[in-house]
């Protein structure tokens, strides 16, 4: 099918997520801030129009990740999420109606233009529709091991940088999990029908990944300051989904001299992305 419709609809995907992410900050910063795991923070959350609406446009983000998913490589769709930063950033100051200094605009710039560098250079291929058990047995348990101790570090330190780039941190893992079991799910879909989606472990197993990011993004967002959660949030779930894309469905990226630009790329994002953080996207 090409890249042009897994493109597409990661890029809405990842608006969609933006927008998620600025709404669901301002409802969380009305709330009462909890020092330690609390499920009923949503309960709360959900008496806020604001919340609501961002929890719309989660779910419009999840149907584009799923069209996406189900036509492109992990290593493909999931880094193009590196754009939620600098989308939510645009979107927050058109809200508060605020124009940007230059310096962020810069670092907009750095974002994008480091994330073309490296998926050119990167050149993300395959697109294997089954993984067998013996593969997701250890990615999940890995995966589950470092959500649960990140989660428990964090929870244990007062508000601040520590307790926010912890649970974000934790946060980046569940989304890459959920977009790797997603994958699958859309791909029994495509091959077994509906019956076939909804009698599969996977798709449930995603609904579960899912929730808990969620319910962890919420309080990375009320544990402390972007400039911890959202570099461990996005440089995470673009990293850890570049692994489990290259692992478990045996995608390939470029090696050689072409790990250079890819590098260089990276570099870019990075700096925009701490500077994008610093700058306190999605506060507005």
């Not at 900050?25 to 609406?53: K, N």
């Not at 233009?113 to 593969?135: C, Y």
């Not at 997603?182 to 909804?198: N, S, Y």
Request: net charge positive.
């Amino acid at each position: 099918m090409g890249i042009v419709l897994p493109v597409v609809f990661s890029v809405f995907a990842a608006f969609s997520n933006a927008l998620a992410t600025v709404l669901q900050r301002r409802a969380a910063l009305t709330v009462p801030q909890s020092d330690s795991f609390r499920p009923g923070l949503i309960l709360d959350l959900m008496r806020r129009p604001v919340w609501l609406f961002g929890i719309l446009a989660v779910i419009a983000a999840g149907v584009g990740q799923a069209v996406a998913l189900a036509t492109g490589p992990l290593t493909l769709v999931q880094p193009l999420f590196v754009l939620e930063l600098p989308l939510a950033l645009l979107i927050a100051s058109l809200m508060s109606r605020e124009r940007l200094p230059s310096g962020l605009w810069l670092a907009v710039a750095g974002v994008v233009g480091g994330l073309g560098i490296a998926m050119v250079a990167a050149s993300p291929e395959g697109n294997r529709t089954h993984v067998p058990l013996d593969r997701w047995v250890p990615a999940l348990v890995v995966c589950c091991v470092a959500v649960a101790a990140l989660a428990a570090a964090g929870l244990r330190r007062p508000a601040g940088r520590a307790r926010a780039g912890c649970l974000g941190a934790a946060t980046a893992i569940c989304y890459a999990l959920t977009a790797a079991l997603m994958k699958a799910a859309m791909h029994i879909l495509d091959d077994e029908g509906i019956v076939g989606f909804l009698t599969s472990w996977q798709t449930y197993a995603f609904c579960v990944t899912g929730i808990a990011a969620l319910l962890l993004l919420e309080h990375a967002m009320q544990g402390g300051p972007l400039i911890a959660s959202q570099p461990a949030l996005t440089l995470g779930d673009a990293t850890i989904s570049l692994t489990l894309g290259i692992l478990l469905y045996e995608e390939h990226v470029r090696a050689g001299w072409w790990l250079l630009p890819q590098l260089a790329g990276l570099a870019l994002i990075v700096f925009g992305v701490f500077a994008l953080a610093r700058g306190g996207v999605g506060t507005a």
